[in-house]
């Protein structure tokens, strides 16, 4: 599965396409292009969530960093919803 990472530093915007999985207590966001950033992993209960029909936004803040992590909805399944919801 895949989606889109944008990470905000003051007035700083980067965006890249990122893989993702997830484990009981955490999400995993592999960048496409690995040489460009690290993967990130971030405990499930430091991310806000927000769904729409069509796509799910996951925010969170890691260092000085705020990032936004969007998918289609489509991509959502029922273990992934129950780990965002605990």
Same mark, same amino acid.
């Given at each position: 599965?895949?989606?889109?990472?944008? %990470?905000?530093?003051?007035?700083?915007?980067?965006?890249?396409?990122?893989?993702?999985?997830?484990s009981k207590r955490n999400l995993y966001l592999i960048?496409?292009?690995?040489?460009?950033?690290? %993967?990130?992993?971030?405990?499930?209960?430091?991310?806000t969530v927000d769904c729409s029909d069509t796509s799910v936004q996951l925010t969170f803040i890691e260092q000085n960093s705020r990032y936004i992590f969007s998918f289609s909805a489509a991509d959502m399944n029922q273990s992934l919803w129950?780990?965002?919801n605990q």
């Amino acid at each position: 599965m895949s989606g889109s990472l944008r %990470s905000i530093e003051g007035a700083v915007q980067q965006k890249l396409t990122v893989h993702f999985s997830f484990s009981k207590r955490n999400l995993y966001l592999i960048p496409v292009q690995e040489e460009h950033q690290e %993967s990130l992993i971030i405990p499930f209960d430091q991310i806000t969530v927000d769904c729409s029909d069509t796509s799910v936004q996951l925010t969170f803040i890691e260092q000085n960093s705020r990032y936004i992590f969007s998918f289609s909805a489509a991509d959502m399944n029922q273990s992934l919803w129950n780990r965002l919801n605990q």
